[in-house]
């Protein structure tokens, strides 16, 4: 199996909560990793103003950061689930 390099974060959104930011659910015993409700409400928040107006270059900066780390958590969502489909093969 071929691991590939997680996408690289350069830096964190500056409204992005310290704590409470990700939270973490089990689908079919593999803990996948979330936005927790407080950011999406405000990745949702700066959708919709980005739609009425545009959104002052710090906003888009911050809108880039949590798209960075969608892609992050992504990446890693992927790669615990390739793991376990994996161990589940090997086990058969």
Request: overall charge negative.
């Amino acid at each position: 199996m071929t691991m590939s390099l997680p996408p690289k974060l350069t830096q964190l959104p500056p409204n992005l909560p310290i704590e409470g930011a990700v939270r973490i659910e089990l689908e079919e015993g593999i803990p996948i990793f979330r936005a927790s409700h407080l950011v999406q409400e405000q990745i949702e928040a700066l959708l919709v103003k980005q739609k009425l107006m545009p959104l002052s270059p710090e906003e888009e900066q911050e809108l880039d950061g949590y798209e960075a780390i969608d892609d992050y958590l992504s990446f890693v969502n992927r790669t615990l689930r390739n793991l376990s489909f994996n161990q589940t093969q090997q086990a058969s």
